[in-house]
């Protein structure tokens, strides 16, 4: 078996608390870096092993991960925490490859907000 690595996206650190609060969507995860105590943002990863030699069916044993930019720290993920922060990566995502522009980018923000409250 081999391990995989997909970088799923970035999510800013202002982000990551429900619009017009100081609640933060990750509750078992400190806002702040644990290890190094400094970044803007965190990498969301995926990675999962894949059968060498055999036709891939599928990924296996997919795990969902946080990572400080800076210090590398990582942390697993749950279903539950991926799902409360996916919009703003797919967002982020959009926006870094020139998809969208900043007035798209920052109407989507607002929409996606909006839903928190």
């Known amino acids: 078996m081999k391990r995989d690595t997909e970088v799923i996206g970035k999510i800013k650190w202002h982000q990551m608390f429900k619009p017009n609060t100081e609640e933060w969507l990750l509750k078992r995860i400190n806002p702040k870096c644990e290890n190094c105590n400094n970044n ?9 092993y894949k059968p060498l030699g055999v036709l891939p069916l599928g ?4 795990i969902i991960r946080i990572i400080c930019p800076k210090c ?3 942390i697993e993920l749950d279903r539950e925490e991926f799902v409360s922060i996916r919009p703003f990566i ?4 959009l926006f870094e490859s020139g998809k969208i522009d900043e007035y798209q980018y920052k109407y ?10």
Request: charged content about 45%.
């Open 40 to 48: 803007d943002y965190y990498i969301i990863d995926t990675t999962f």
């Open 59 to 62: 990924k296996i044993d997919k």
């Open 72 to 74: 590398k720290e990582v």
């Open 90 to 93: 797919k967002i982020n995502n």
């Open 108 to 117: 989507r923000l607002e929409k996606i907000e909006e839903k928190y409250h």
